[in-house]
Antibody, heavy 118, light 110 residues
Framework: EVQLVESGGGLVQAGGSLRLSCVGS????????MSWVRQAPGKGLEWVAN????????YYVDSVKGRFTISRDNAKNSLYLQMNSVRAEDMGVYYC???????????WGQGTLVTVSS | QSVLTQPPSVSGTPGQRVTISCSGS????????VHWYQQLPGTAPKLLIY???QRPSGVPDRFSGSKSGTSASLAIIGLQSEDEADYYC???????????FGTGTQVTVL
Protein backbone atom coordinates (compact mmCIF):
# COMPACT_ATOMS: atom_id res chain seq x y z
CA GLU A 1 0.00 0.00 0.00
CA VAL A 2 1.36 3.38 -1.02
CA GLN A 3 1.80 5.73 1.94
CA LEU A 4 3.12 9.26 2.25
CA VAL A 5 3.39 10.65 5.76
CA GLU A 6 4.21 14.32 6.29
CA SER A 7 5.52 15.88 9.48
CA GLY A 8 7.15 19.06 10.68
CA GLY A 9 4.27 21.47 10.44
CA GLY A 10 3.41 23.79 13.27
CA LEU A 11 3.40 27.38 14.40
CA VAL A 12 6.13 29.64 13.01
CA GLN A 13 6.65 33.36 13.30
CA ALA A 14 6.67 35.47 10.18
CA GLY A 15 10.26 35.63 8.99
CA GLY A 16 11.11 32.34 10.67
CA SER A 17 11.99 28.91 9.32
CA LEU A 18 10.42 25.48 9.26
CA ARG A 19 11.42 22.16 7.74
CA LEU A 20 8.76 19.78 6.48
CA SER A 21 9.43 16.08 5.97
CA CYS A 22 7.64 13.33 4.11
CA VAL A 23 8.36 9.62 4.28
CA GLY A 24 7.18 7.37 1.49
CA SER A 25 6.51 3.63 1.63
CA UNK A 26 4.83 0.95 -0.44
CA UNK A 27 6.52 2.05 -3.68
CA UNK A 28 10.00 2.65 -5.07
CA UNK A 29 10.59 6.17 -3.81
CA UNK A 30 13.81 6.69 -5.75
CA UNK A 31 12.07 6.12 -9.09
CA UNK A 32 9.53 8.90 -8.72
CA UNK A 33 9.44 12.65 -9.04
CA MET A 34 8.05 14.09 -5.82
CA SER A 35 6.35 17.37 -5.05
CA TRP A 36 4.86 19.64 -2.40
CA VAL A 37 1.42 21.14 -2.89
CA ARG A 38 -0.22 23.51 -0.44
CA GLN A 39 -3.69 24.70 0.36
CA ALA A 40 -4.40 27.90 2.25
CA PRO A 41 -7.40 27.80 4.62
CA GLY A 42 -10.60 27.74 2.57
CA LYS A 43 -8.68 28.13 -0.70
CA GLY A 44 -7.67 25.99 -3.64
CA LEU A 45 -4.62 23.88 -4.34
CA GLU A 46 -1.29 25.49 -5.18
CA TRP A 47 1.68 23.51 -6.44
CA VAL A 48 4.83 24.61 -4.61
CA ALA A 49 7.77 22.65 -5.98
CA ASN A 50 8.91 19.33 -7.37
CA UNK A 51 12.14 17.38 -7.61
CA UNK A 52 13.43 14.78 -10.03
CA UNK A 53 14.28 11.25 -8.96
CA UNK A 54 17.98 11.97 -8.43
CA UNK A 55 17.51 15.55 -7.26
CA UNK A 56 19.15 16.97 -10.37
CA UNK A 57 16.12 19.04 -11.39
CA UNK A 58 13.94 21.18 -9.18
CA TYR A 59 11.14 23.57 -10.05
CA TYR A 60 9.42 26.14 -7.84
CA VAL A 61 6.42 28.43 -8.03
CA ASP A 62 7.57 32.04 -8.25
CA SER A 63 6.18 33.02 -4.84
CA VAL A 64 8.60 30.70 -2.99
CA LYS A 65 11.72 30.97 -5.14
CA GLY A 66 14.72 31.97 -3.06
CA ARG A 67 12.90 31.17 0.20
CA PHE A 68 11.97 27.48 -0.01
CA THR A 69 14.21 24.56 -0.92
CA ILE A 70 13.00 21.12 -1.90
CA SER A 71 15.33 18.17 -1.36
CA ARG A 72 15.23 14.41 -0.97
CA ASP A 73 17.14 11.51 0.56
CA ASN A 74 16.38 8.37 -1.41
CA ALA A 75 18.23 6.20 1.11
CA LYS A 76 15.66 7.30 3.69
CA ASN A 77 12.68 7.41 1.29
CA SER A 78 12.28 11.00 2.39
CA LEU A 79 11.29 14.31 0.86
CA TYR A 80 11.90 17.66 2.51
CA LEU A 81 10.83 21.28 2.21
CA GLN A 82 13.01 23.85 3.93
CA MET A 83 10.92 26.98 4.42
CA ASN A 84 12.81 30.19 5.20
CA SER A 85 11.60 33.78 5.52
CA VAL A 86 8.10 32.45 6.03
CA ARG A 87 5.25 34.85 5.28
CA ALA A 88 1.61 34.98 6.32
CA GLU A 89 0.58 33.87 2.85
CA ASP A 90 2.55 30.62 3.29
CA MET A 91 0.05 29.43 5.88
CA GLY A 92 -1.92 26.32 5.04
CA VAL A 93 -1.84 22.56 4.71
CA TYR A 94 1.20 21.22 2.90
CA TYR A 95 0.81 17.95 1.03
CA CYS A 96 3.56 15.67 -0.14
CA UNK A 97 2.70 14.03 -3.45
CA UNK A 98 4.11 11.46 -5.83
CA UNK A 99 4.51 12.54 -9.46
CA UNK A 100 5.10 9.42 -11.55
CA UNK A 101 7.04 10.19 -14.71
CA UNK A 102 7.05 13.85 -13.78
CA UNK A 103 3.35 14.14 -14.47
CA UNK A 104 0.73 15.52 -12.11
CA UNK A 105 0.45 13.78 -8.73
CA UNK A 106 -1.19 10.39 -8.47
CA UNK A 107 -0.99 9.96 -4.71
CA TRP A 108 -1.00 12.43 -1.83
CA GLY A 109 -0.16 12.34 1.86
CA GLN A 110 -2.61 13.48 4.50
CA GLY A 111 -0.92 16.87 4.85
CA THR A 112 0.76 18.87 7.58
CA LEU A 113 -0.51 22.26 8.77
CA VAL A 114 1.73 25.31 8.80
CA THR A 115 0.46 28.27 10.82
CA VAL A 116 2.21 31.64 10.60
CA SER A 117 1.97 34.19 13.38
CA SER A 118 2.75 37.87 12.88
CA GLN B 1 -0.80 32.11 -9.98
CA SER B 2 -3.38 29.71 -11.41
CA VAL B 3 -4.31 30.37 -15.01
CA LEU B 4 -6.55 27.32 -15.25
CA THR B 5 -10.04 28.68 -14.86
CA GLN B 6 -12.92 26.60 -13.54
CA PRO B 7 -16.47 27.62 -12.60
CA PRO B 8 -16.68 28.20 -8.83
CA SER B 9 -19.66 25.90 -8.46
CA VAL B 10 -21.97 23.54 -10.29
CA SER B 11 -25.00 21.70 -8.99
CA GLY B 12 -27.40 19.01 -10.03
CA THR B 13 -29.95 16.54 -8.81
CA PRO B 14 -29.19 12.85 -8.31
CA GLY B 15 -28.89 11.07 -11.64
CA GLN B 16 -28.21 14.22 -13.62
CA ARG B 17 -25.18 14.90 -15.76
CA VAL B 18 -22.92 17.77 -14.75
CA THR B 19 -19.85 19.09 -16.51
CA ILE B 20 -16.92 21.04 -15.10
CA SER B 21 -14.79 23.04 -17.50
CA CYS B 22 -11.11 23.91 -17.15
CA SER B 23 -9.90 26.68 -19.42
CA GLY B 24 -6.21 27.24 -20.06
CA SER B 25 -3.87 28.17 -22.88
CA UNK B 26 -1.42 26.74 -25.39
CA UNK B 27 1.35 26.63 -22.81
CA UNK B 28 -0.56 24.28 -20.52
CA UNK B 29 -3.71 22.39 -21.51
CA UNK B 30 -3.02 22.95 -25.20
CA UNK B 31 0.28 21.09 -24.91
CA UNK B 32 0.02 18.72 -21.97
CA UNK B 33 -2.16 16.04 -20.47
CA VAL B 34 -4.69 17.01 -17.84
CA HIS B 35 -5.38 15.37 -14.50
CA TRP B 36 -8.51 15.81 -12.38
CA TYR B 37 -8.78 15.50 -8.60
CA GLN B 38 -11.62 15.13 -6.16
CA GLN B 39 -11.27 16.57 -2.68
CA LEU B 40 -13.83 15.64 -0.06
CA PRO B 41 -14.13 18.01 2.93
CA GLY B 42 -11.21 17.71 5.32
CA THR B 43 -9.33 15.16 3.25
CA ALA B 44 -6.41 15.08 0.83
CA PRO B 45 -7.10 15.27 -2.90
CA LYS B 46 -7.65 12.01 -4.73
CA LEU B 47 -6.75 11.34 -8.36
CA LEU B 48 -9.92 11.01 -10.42
CA ILE B 49 -8.75 11.21 -14.03
CA TYR B 50 -5.21 11.00 -15.41
CA UNK B 51 -3.80 11.51 -18.88
CA UNK B 52 -6.84 13.63 -19.74
CA UNK B 53 -9.33 10.76 -20.00
CA GLN B 54 -8.10 7.70 -18.07
CA ARG B 55 -9.65 6.50 -14.82
CA PRO B 56 -7.50 4.93 -12.10
CA SER B 57 -8.60 1.60 -10.76
CA GLY B 58 -11.51 2.04 -8.37
CA VAL B 59 -12.88 5.26 -9.84
CA PRO B 60 -16.47 4.79 -11.00
CA ASP B 61 -17.08 4.99 -14.74
CA ARG B 62 -19.59 7.80 -14.24
CA PHE B 63 -16.56 10.09 -14.21
CA SER B 64 -15.06 10.92 -17.60
CA GLY B 65 -12.54 13.41 -18.90
CA SER B 66 -11.91 15.03 -22.26
CA LYS B 67 -9.94 17.84 -23.86
CA SER B 68 -10.36 20.09 -26.86
CA GLY B 69 -7.72 22.64 -27.73
CA THR B 70 -6.93 24.68 -24.64
CA SER B 71 -9.88 23.49 -22.57
CA ALA B 72 -10.59 20.32 -20.67
CA SER B 73 -13.78 18.97 -19.14
CA LEU B 74 -14.81 16.58 -16.42
CA ALA B 75 -18.24 15.02 -16.72
CA ILE B 76 -20.14 13.25 -13.98
CA ILE B 77 -22.86 11.15 -15.57
CA GLY B 78 -25.44 10.04 -13.08
CA LEU B 79 -24.63 12.36 -10.18
CA GLN B 80 -24.69 10.79 -6.73
CA SER B 81 -24.78 12.32 -3.27
CA GLU B 82 -21.27 11.10 -2.51
CA ASP B 83 -19.97 13.18 -5.41
CA GLU B 84 -20.38 16.35 -3.37
CA ALA B 85 -16.82 17.63 -3.22
CA ASP B 86 -14.36 20.09 -4.69
CA TYR B 87 -12.83 19.23 -8.06
CA TYR B 88 -9.56 20.50 -9.52
CA CYS B 89 -7.88 20.16 -12.89
CA UNK B 90 -4.09 20.24 -13.24
CA UNK B 91 -1.54 20.55 -16.04
CA UNK B 92 2.08 21.54 -16.55
CA UNK B 93 2.77 25.00 -17.95
CA UNK B 94 5.93 25.36 -20.02
CA UNK B 95 5.85 29.14 -20.11
CA UNK B 96 5.90 29.44 -16.32
CA UNK B 97 7.68 26.09 -15.73
CA UNK B 98 5.24 25.20 -12.98
CA UNK B 99 2.41 22.77 -12.47
CA UNK B 100 -0.89 24.59 -12.41
CA PHE B 101 -4.01 23.63 -10.57
CA GLY B 102 -7.37 24.96 -11.62
CA THR B 103 -9.27 27.41 -9.46
CA GLY B 104 -11.50 24.61 -8.21
CA THR B 105 -15.19 23.78 -8.56
CA GLN B 106 -17.54 22.89 -5.76
CA VAL B 107 -20.13 20.31 -6.78
CA THR B 108 -23.42 20.33 -4.89
CA VAL B 109 -26.02 17.60 -5.14
CA LEU B 110 -29.47 19.13 -4.67
Amino acid sequence: EVQLVESGGGLVQAGGSLRLSCVGSGFTFSKNWMSWVRQAPGKGLEWVANIKQDGSEKYYVDSVKGRFTISRDNAKNSLYLQMNSVRAEDMGVYYCAREPGGYSPDFWGQGTLVTVSS
Amino acid sequence: QSVLTQPPSVSGTPGQRVTISCSGSNSNIGSYIVHWYQQLPGTAPKLLIYSTSQRPSGVPDRFSGSKSGTSASLAIIGLQSEDEADYYCAAWDDRLNVRLFGTGTQVTVL
